[in-house]
């Protein structure tokens, strides 16, 4: 067997400095934070956008019970009056049935 003599270097990778390290994890940071801004402000829209549907919603359906309220007095007005005149006719056809 034969045994080299040679010897080899090793050459390390090249790293970032310690200030070169903590500067881009500083810009990484900025940039996670703008983003976080910008996602809660289109939050907050959406959140207010939700808010105003619900407000006119609530209008619309306090709207239509109003409008169903007037509808059920009309129909129990007409009711009323329904009885009213049931009670006439019967009435005419009793005294027209006497003579």
């Known amino acids: 067997m034969q045994t080299s003599d040679r010897t080899g270097q090793i050459v390390p990778f090249p790293h ?3 200030l070169e390290a ?3 994890l500083q ?3 900025r940039q996670a934070i703008v ?3 910008e996602a809660l402000t289109a939050q907050n829209s959406a959140v207010a956008a939700w808010r105003g549907s619900a407000d006119d ?3 619309r359906v306090a709207h239509l019970a109003e409008t ?3 509808f059920q007095q009309a129909l129990e007005a007409l ?3 329904m009885v009213q005149l049931r009670e006439r006719s019967r ?3 009793d005294g027209a049935s006497l003579s």
């Open 79 to 81: 009711s009323a009056e």
């Open 22 to 24: 903590e500067a881009d």
């Open 91 to 93: 009435r005419l056809a």
């Open 35 to 37: 983003k976080l801004n």
């Open 57 to 59: 919603l609530n209008a």
């Open 68 to 70: 169903a309220a007037g």
């Open 27 to 29: 810009l990484r940071l």
């Open 16 to 18: 970032r400095s310690t």
